[in-house]
């Protein structure tokens, strides 16, 4: 039924759409382009179109969130951002979230040593393992699974990328399907027009070492274009048994057929080997030692495949047909060993170890409170998952008139598939990697998704910018194994509570809905604009939220919605002064967080917490010094401010509870409650600030670079007091899970110099050079640290 319904509407769109626009098409290609671009006066039309067609031949690979064109952040109306080329290279970061903290309305939280689990959001959504932020690379999907578990256990490594575009308003329209806290598109560099080795070799603190080589090129007489790179990270991370290493191969094959057609082939093998753990620290531990880590047995293991067959076919200067097909196969392997607190005991004292610890880690020999002390137990749970994603995205542009109003226009559809095989292990020592399987599921997901946006051009100046996507998803859950509940031994299917049960078990999910969206936009100057948009933004439920997967108990709820709003300026006031100035408002009718988030309750189940509102303003300011004073110097000053308060709007006085045995139950909710640490918890929390939400941001940096091509930059980055629950809780619990999460700030240098053409260059770079130790996060278990102070040393040689 699905296959069919989804096979008629992949047909109206791809079919009766184009065709209609087609028709209206009139003969003379000149009707409905845009204006000469300034930039490309005194070029003949000729030059400029081999340059357009050669520019368009390199690119067919990518597909572009924003684009690299000036006229191209116009287009987009709502907020934008773009970290170019060459705050990359003058920066080096050496992971993701180093780059996008940058990025205005930006929240990031680090729980491992280099962002290999991001945790990135915008404008004040749950940045929780990326969940709620739509990853791209190049326009496909980089998460494993991005409709069921789109947690991002892989990103994108930043040394890779040419440029990092980044859209949080209506803009988002067009790509989905989670597009609540931004969608981040990494946009590979293009092939080179003539072959050329690229090698970058990085060193420094803590053991970390990088080296990406490159080698790419066009051939003319063949109209094929080319790029292989391979990509060597290492490191000790700032924790004990933190190490890692990553191996990054990438292909791209570029294949011009006539002067309408390019086809082309993307191929990925990513590895990595990591002792990842989710457990952080204790209060009393983090005082001792920061770098402590009780979990040295915990080790994951990711191995990634993906390609992406793509054609793109130009009818005319004014259309064109995009189609893409991507495959991915993912082995994901996670060990982590099991451990316990020294909790309180009716007589209100720490408990003593159980038998079964097999290592203990405590702040002093005696005096530990009660939740201090961490018991590493001797068994150790394993998640392995095996994810198998695919699909077929065709996408549409053109210019049309009609009635003498110009439109651009955007349309397309895509049918996506997903299949999860998820097993728990447990293993009965913590060193050993072969265990009894407890749990297993296969989960689903098939999702048909069309959209289209149309930029009407209602004057030279004002354009008004609506559209539409719709999704139609189906998840079910498949449960093979099971742990038992009380229900299971009452009816003697099981003789006691968490013994494994072999079962067959089925539960679906149906989710159907409908995104508008409305921009609009008015070039105040040639490069100086103001626009506004509304739009609603939308995130599925996941697997995590749509099902229980340690018993295999439905919690049937909703998908995330919001609708958005926003209005603000963008642009070069003057050639020497850009800024970007946003206002918006986020209402959520039904946020999805975690009890242990909304109200400590015991475990992590995942509720409908109600309404939520976010507001805020973005800021982005941009003075060049060196031309406001005329000088062949770069002399630019960087200031970002943002501001950002999100309040829960909504006491749910009738919520779900995980009980003992593992059941959910439905529960009337006091006003008032006791936490599992014996604190009074106030249990409607209207008016609350969400977690992980810092009210305040700012970024100043300034830099030089000159004539002969010396750079240096110094920056500080400052974040606000964030708070790790729902409750708002101020007080630090013993066990680091809850209570404020600090301000703090931190200072960044860099320094290099690069030869002329880029032939080679030698750079330094400094981060958190005060050495600055502080709580980035307490999840997902404990007090998790920002990364301590890292210089790193490098080098870049071209050959060509």
């Known amino acids: 039924m699905f296959l069919r319904k989804s096979f008629r509407l992949t047909l109206f769109v791809f079919i009766f759409i184009p065709f209609s626009f087609l028709l209206s098409q009139p003969n003379d290609t000149t009707n409905g382009t845009s204006e000469e671009d300034p930039s490309k006066k005194g070029t003949s039309s000729s030059e400029e179109s081999v340059n357009e067609r050669r520019r368009r031949f390199l690119e067919s690979g990518q597909i572009n969130v924003i684009g690299a064109k000036d006229d191209d952040m116009k287009k987009i109306p709502g907020s934008a951002s773009v970290i170019g080329k060459k705050i990359l290279k003058e920066t080096n970061p050496i992971d993701s979230m180093e780059a996008l903290r940058r990025v205005p309305g930006a929240t990031i939280r680090y729980q491992d040593a280099v962002g290999l689990t991001p945790n990135i959001a915008f404008r004040g959504v749950s940045n929780e393992e990326s969940r709620k932020t739509l990853i791209l690379e190049d326009g496909v999907f980089t998460s494993l699974s991005p409709y069921g578990q789109p947690e991002s256990y892989f990103i994108p490594h930043i040394d890779r990328m040419e440029r990092v575009e980044?859209?949080?308003?209506?803009?988002?329209?067009?790509?989905?399907?989670?597009?609540?806290?931004?969608?981040v598109n990494y946009v590979t560099r293009k092939p080179p027009e003539k072959p050329t080795f690229n090698a970058k070799i990085i060193g420094g603190m803590n053991g970390y070492a990088?080296?990406?080589?490159?080698?790419?090129?066009?051939?003319?007489?063949?109209?094929?274009?080319?790029?292989?790179s391979y990509l060597r990270t290492q490191g000790n991370g700032f924790r004990d048994y933190q190490g890692f290493k990553t191996n990054d191969f990438n292909m791209k094959l570029m294949q011009k057929i006539g002067e309408k057609d390019t086809v082309f082939l993307k191929f990925q093998s990513y590895n990595q080997d990591s002792q990842a753990t989710y457990?952080?620290?204790?209060?009393?531990?983090?005082?001792?030692?920061?770098?402590?880590?009780?979990?040295?047995?915990?080790?994951?293991?990711?191995?990634?495949?993906?390609?992406?067959?793509?054609?793109?076919?130009?009818?005319?200067?004014?259309?064109?047909?995009?189609?893409?097909?991507?495959?991915?196969?993912?082995?994901?392997?996670?060990?982590?060993?099991?451990?316990?607190?020294?909790?309180?005991?009716?007589?209100?004292?720490?408990?003593?170890?159980?038998?079964?610890?097999?290592?203990?880690?405590?702040?002093?020999?005696?005096?530990?409170?009660?939740?201090?002390?961490?018991?590493?137990?001797?068994?150790?749970?394993?998640?392995?998952?095996?994810?198998?994603?695919?699909?077929?995205?065709?996408?549409?542009?053109?210019?049309?008139?009609?009635?003498?109003?110009?439109?651009?226009?955007?349309?397309?559809?895509?049918?996506?598939?997903?299949?999860?095989?998820?097993?728990?292990?447990?293993?009965?020592?913590?060193?050993?990697?072969?265990?009894?399987?407890?749990?297993?599921?296969?989960?689903?997901?098939?999702?048909?998704?069309?959209?289209?946006?149309?930029?009407?051009?209602?004057?030279?100046?004002?354009?008004?910018?609506?559209?539409?996507?719709y999704e139609d998803i189906h998840q079910n859950v498949y449960t093979h194994r099971r742990l038992a509940t009380s229900a299971d031994v009452a009816a003697g299917t099981a003789s006691s509570v968490g013994q494994t049960l072999v079962v067959s078990e089925a539960n679906?999910?149906?989710?159907?809905?409908?995104?508008?969206?409305?921009?609009?936009?008015?070039?105040?100057?040639?490069?100086?604009?103001?626009?506004s948009g509304a739009h609603t933004a939308f995130s599925p439920p996941t697997f995590s939220t749509l099902q229980n997967p340690a018993v295999g108990i439905g919690y049937k709820l909703s998908a995330e919605r919001s609708n958005n709003y926003e209005t603000g300026f963008r642009?070069?006031?003057?050639?020497?002064?850009?800024?970007?100035?946003?206002?918006?408002?986020?209402?959520?009718?039904?946020?999805?967080?975690?009890?242990?988030?909304?109200?400590?309750?015991?475990?992590?189940?995942?509720?409908?917490?109600?309404k939520s509102v976010n507001r805020g303003v973005e800021s982005n300011f941009v003075f060049d010094f060196g031309k406001f004073y005329q000088s062949r110097w770069e002399i630019p000053l960087e200031i970002t401010y943002s501001y950002t308060k999100a309040v829960s709007t909504t006491y749910q006085p009738v919520g779900t509870v995980q009980n003992a045995d593992g059941t959910v139950s439905v529960t009337n909710q006091p006003q008032f409650a006791i936490n599992s640490s014996g604190n009074l918890i106030k249990v409607n929390t209207n008016g609350n600030y969400l977690p992980y939400v810092p009210m305040h941001t700012f970024i100043g940096g300034i830099g030089f670079k000159s004539p002969q091509g010396f750079y240096a930059r110094m920056e500080?980055?400052?974040?606000?007091?964030?708070?790790?629950?729902?409750?708002?809780?101020?007080?630090?619990?013993?066990?680091?899970?809850?209570g404020v999460v600090p301000a703090y700030g931190i200072w960044n240098a860099d320094f290099g110099y690069e030869a002329p053409g880029g032939r080679w260059s030698f750079f330094v770079n400094g981060k958190n050079l005060q050495d600055r130790v502080y709580i980035s996060g307490r999840l997902p278990v404990g007090i998790q640290q920002g990364p301590y102070r890292q210089i790193n040393i490098g080098f870049t040689l071209k050959l060509d």
């Open 571 to 610: 642009g070069n006031i003057t050639r020497y002064f850009y800024t970007q100035v946003s206002t918006y408002a986020l209402f959520f009718s039904n946020q999805i967080v975690n009890t242990n988030e909304a109200g400590s309750l015991t475990g992590a189940v995942p509720i409908n917490a109600g």
């Open 279 to 469: 457990l952080g620290l204790t209060q009393g531990l983090y005082w001792k030692n920061p770098k402590i880590n009780p979990a040295k047995y915990d080790h994951k293991n990711i191995d990634r495949q993906a390609a992406v067959i793509g054609h793109d076919h130009t009818f005319n200067e004014n259309w064109k047909m995009i189609t893409r097909a991507y495959w991915t196969n993912v082995g994901f392997k996670f060990r982590q060993e099991s451990f316990s607190y020294n909790s309180q005991t009716n007589f209100g004292f720490a408990s003593r170890p159980p038998d079964n610890a097999f290592g203990v880690y405590a702040p002093g020999l005696f005096g530990n409170q009660a939740g201090d002390v961490i018991y590493m137990l001797d068994s150790t749970p394993n998640r392995n998952f095996f994810f198998k994603t695919g699909g077929l995205e065709t996408k549409v542009e053109g210019k049309f008139v009609t009635f003498g109003i110009e439109h651009e226009i955007a349309f397309g559809a895509r049918v996506h598939s997903e299949n999860v095989n998820a097993a728990n292990n447990i293993f009965p020592y913590p060193n050993m990697t072969q265990g009894i399987t407890t749990q297993q599921q296969n989960r689903n997901s098939r999702a048909l998704a069309t959209y289209v946006q149309d930029t009407i051009k209602v004057t030279e100046k004002f354009k008004v910018i609506p559209g539409v996507r």
């Open 716 to 738: 500080y980055q400052y974040f606000d007091k964030q708070y790790s629950d729902l409750q708002n809780t101020k007080n630090q619990s013993t066990d680091g899970s809850q």
């Open 210 to 228: 990088s080296g990406l080589l490159q080698y790419g090129g066009t051939s003319q007489a063949t109209n094929t274009a080319y790029d292989i």
């Open 508 to 531: 679906d999910s149906v989710t159907r809905v409908v995104l508008p969206g409305l921009g609009l936009t008015y070039d105040i100057t040639d490069r100086f604009m103001w626009f």
């Open 166 to 183: 980044v859209v949080k308003g209506s803009g988002s329209i067009l790509f989905g399907p989670t597009t609540l806290g931004g969608i």
